[in-house]
């Protein structure tokens, strides 16, 4: 498809807001965009000939002016055994986060005193939660930093601010790589969720964000999360 179509394509979003994902059907497939297509054809069908490479897919496009003769794109798609297929991975973690309860809350951006800014996109007065950096460029996305938030999410995020501006040691390198990671065309976004509670040793409410960041950190294996924390949860 054409890079303006696949952009449209890609700004698709369900009832609650969510990206669309791709329906089973082509899940594997990658979405490639070139710039040979022009946008006013539409695609009639698609067809792989006789002979063709295993993974290549023919697209028969068909202009929507009758003047024009028909044109065929050949698109060879990666082969999975050698490289990753990119869009794929990104939906997967997205999947992923989704199936744990997780919802994008807003956006880290560079702010005009150059150090990086939460942009939250609502508030959430309730206390105890889980959140994720997602780090987003062109090779795909990942999570590049767990955290916890035994109060409000808003508060929290007011505490990385203050270390984002020489409040800590920390906070100075996650604003660090926030900033060169912007500069260099990466995006970060929040997700967040709501943490478990659980009634212990008679109290009810206890909430179980403590636990919960432990084992995000686990799971997603995130660079910016101190090593050692990783290492002592093993032990």
């Given at each position: 498809?054409s890079?303006?179509?696949?952009?449209?394509?890609?700004?698709?979003?369900?009832?609650?807001?969510?990206?669309?994902?791709?329906?089973?059907m082509?899940?594997?497939?990658?979405?490639?965009?070139?710039?040979?297509?022009?946008?006013?054809?539409?695609?009639?069908?698609?067809?792989?000939?006789?002979?063709?490479?295993?993974?290549?897919?023919?697209?028969?496009?068909?202009?929507?002016k009758?003047?024009?003769?028909?044109?065929?794109?050949?698109?060879?798609?990666?082969?999975?055994?050698?490289?990753?297929y990119?869009?794929k991975?990104?939906?997967?973690?997205?999947?992923?986060?989704?199936?744990?309860?997780?919802?994008?809350?807003?956006?880290?951006?560079?702010?005009?005193?150059?150090?990086p800014?939460?942009?939250?996109?609502?508030?959430?007065?309730?206390?105890?939660?889980?959140y994720?950096?997602?780090?987003?460029?062109s090779?795909?996305?990942?999570?590049?930093?767990?955290?916890?938030?035994?109060?409000?999410?808003?508060?929290?995020?007011?505490?990385?601010?203050?270390?984002?501006?020489?409040?800590?040691?920390?906070?100075?390198?996650?604003?660090?790589?926030?900033?060169?990671?912007?500069?260099?065309?990466?995006r970060?976004?929040?997700?967040?969720?709501?943490?478990g509670?659980?009634?212990?040793?008679?109290?009810?409410?206890?909430?179980?964000?403590?636990?919960?960041?432990?084992?995000?950190?686990?799971?997603?294996r995130?660079?910016w999360?101190?090593e050692?924390?990783?290492?002592?949860?093993?032990?």
């Open positions: 498809m890079p303006r179509s696949l952009v449209k394509l890609g700004g698709l979003v369900d009832t609650p807001g969510q990206p669309l994902r791709k329906p089973d082509i899940e594997k497939l990658d979405l490639l965009s070139p710039t040979a297509i022009p946008n006013d054809l539409t695609v009639a069908q698609a067809q792989a000939p006789h002979g063709s490479p295993s993974g290549a897919l023919l697209l028969m496009l068909t202009s929507r009758p003047s024009h003769s028909t044109s065929y794109v050949n698109i060879k798609f990666v082969n999975s055994r050698n490289l990753r990119r869009s991975e990104k939906m997967d973690l997205i999947q992923s986060m989704l199936e744990l309860e997780f919802l994008k809350v807003g956006d880290l951006v560079l702010g005009l005193d150059v150090y800014r939460f942009a939250l996109n609502t508030k959430h007065g309730e206390h105890g939660w889980v994720l950096w997602l780090e987003l460029d090779d795909g996305s990942r999570v590049v930093y767990v955290g916890k938030a035994g109060g409000t999410l808003a508060r929290r995020c007011m505490q990385h601010a203050s270390g984002f501006a020489g409040g800590s040691p920390t906070g100075i390198k996650h604003a660090a790589n926030i900033s060169n990671g912007i500069k260099a065309g990466k970060y976004e929040i997700w967040a969720r709501k943490a509670v659980i009634s212990l040793f008679g109290e009810a409410d206890i909430s179980m964000c403590e636990v919960e960041e432990r084992a995000l950190i686990q799971k997603f995130p660079i999360n101190k050692q924390h990783v290492t002592n949860m093993r032990r």
